[in-house]
């Protein structure tokens, strides 16, 4: 048998392998490092979105607080408008017949309209505070979808992440940094606005 002459194929196999180890690792650790860092922004823009769509519920249900007691005072309103009709009803057969209207009936219409008027100023400030709280709780409502878009962007791009070190495709990564890069500007956006 002629002797054949050998190749260090295991020396040279080792360093190819070493080399796609290397490549493959930094690609692993870039997709790894980015990946954590959006999970890191998507946790925080997922308790800003929760935190902003509580404090939201909260204004809108002081704002239906507000508008029940707003509703009470228009109520009393009424009522006070109605004892003043029967108080002006009541000096018409005075008047009708020429006589003079008790000095009482006079007191009790001049009260009923300065007590109607205070209970209207009461309702209408109850009003105003109410349509403040909720115009508040719908612009927390706003920035709540915002954070919560930002969260839905950050998630895809780290899914993205997750099936680009599977592949190892860059072109997929690529994808998942811009699509984070994206929830990242909306999320900002939202925390500076």
Known sequence: MPEESEVETEKLREAIHEEMEKEGGSFLRSIA???AILAAVAAIAALKSGSTANEALVLKTEASRLQAEASDQWAYYQAKGIKLAITEAAETPYRASGKTVPGELGE?????????????????DKEKERDAKSLEG????????AFAN???LL????ALGALAALTRARLVWFSSMVLGA???????????G
């Open 182 to 192: 994206i929830g990242v500007v909306v999320f900002g956006i939202q925390m500076l």
């Open 155 to 158: 998630q895809v791009a780290i």
């Open 33 to 35: 490092l980015t990946t």
């Open 108 to 124: 009790k219409e001049a009260r009923y309209q300065k007590e109607q008027d205070e209970i209207k100023k009461a309702a209408e």
């Open 150 to 152: 930002s969260v839905a």
């Open 138 to 145: 719908d612009h927390l409502m706003h920035a709540h979808h």
